[in-house]
């Protein structure tokens, strides 16, 4: 198992590279001279192409393309993404917070996704064809079909200014988080409880489930059993789940004027600060590859069939 992990976290360095590669350049497929977005948001009342050089100088950019790559990396290992352009603060200093706050967003409507996805798959898969099963599909299919930024503003509107139990917007307190999150839970729980209920039939036509009754095992043992071979199908969706939320979180955080990431991102984008850009797409980049890895190692220590298909 060590040698399978081992293996794994080696195979995620070239790819990590490729993904630093991709996303640096992006600073450079915009028509816009960096050196230029930083002298307009200092507030230059008029930009020489003397200022432009003395720009690109101080920023480095008028250094080799790979090296500039070069220094761009080892300052990332370090957690130093350069400074804002608008701003001229610490990239870390602004990302550090916003990450955070979107994480814990993140983390709290991942467990919830999940453990809806399980009960829901399983109920739903126990009960297929009935008005459960029926029922909870198409409800699911109405949710996730509508537009989250549309949920949002109804659950506003009934919990917050209707009803006045909920705040609208921050996350000062443990209340913050319930509207975000039952409308992040609602989009994706309607998504991969089918993968679970899917998962859960293919499973109860399998020979095991006819024998296991056959030879007088509880239905309660049979299911369980079941439902461990049906989420190792699920594994990877769950945790690839993660990262997508992650990076997903763009309109509830704007909706709800959550301090994180999506947030910093569409402001960063308006203003084209590209440091912050860079960052945000990098961490993002970095996150699915890191629960992948998680989702396969996860995957061979429950079948350890996949540890010699490395």
């Known amino acids: 198992m060590r040698s399978y992990i081992i293996k794994k976290l080696l195979i995620s360095i070239p790819l990590l590279l490729i993904i630093s590669f991709l ?3 992006l600073i450079n497929l915009s028509p816009q001279n960096p050196a230029e977005v930083v002298l307009h948001a200092q507030g230059v009342p008029k930009i020489t192409d003397e200022l432009i050089i ?4 101080e920023l480095g950019l008028d250094q080799p393309f790979i090296m500039q790559y070069l220094h761009w990396v080892i300052a990332c290992l370090q957690l130093d993404f350069g400074n804002s352009y608008v701003t ?3 990239v870390w200093s602004l990302i550090e917070p916003a990450f955070l706050n ?4 993140t983390l709290v409507s991942s467990f919830f996704v999940i453990v809806f996805s399980i009960f829901l798959g399983v109920l739903c898969a126990m ?3 009935r008005i459960f099963d029926k029922s909870v599909r198409g409800a699911s299919f109405f949710l996730t079909s509508a537009p989250s930024y549309w949920l949002a503003s109804m659950v506003i509107w009934y919990f917050s200014i209707k009803l006045d139990l909920l705040p609208t917007s921050g996350m000062d307190s443990y209340k913050s988080y319930i509207l975000p999150v039952t409308i992040i839970t609602i989009s994706y729980a309607g998504i991969y409880f089918r993968i679970v209920r899917s998962s859960m039939l293919n499973n109860l036509n399998e020979d095991y489930v006819l024998y296991g009754r056959a030879c ?4 309660q043992t049979i299911t369980l059993q079941i439902l461990r071979n049906s989420l190792q199908v699920s594994i990877s969706v769950f945790c690839m789940a993660i990262p997508i939320i992650l990076g997903s979180t763009v309109v509830i955080e704007t909706v709800f004027a959550w301090p994180g990431l999506g947030s910093l991102s569409v402001k960063s ?6 440091p912050i850009i860079q960052a945000y797409v990098l961490l993002l980049a970095v996150s699915f590859v890191v629960f992948n890895t998680i989702s ?3 995957n061979a220590v429950i079948n350890p069939k996949l540890r010699n298909d490395l």
């Open 23 to 25: 996303t640096f350049i």
């Open 54 to 57: 003395e720009t690109e100088k």
């Open 88 to 90: 001229g603060q610490s």
């Open 102 to 105: 979107t994480l814990k967003l």
């Open 127 to 129: 009960r297929e064809g």
């Open 216 to 219: 007088g095992l509880n239905e």
């Open 269 to 274: 984008i308006l203003s084209r600060d590209f």
């Open 296 to 298: 396969d190692i996860i």
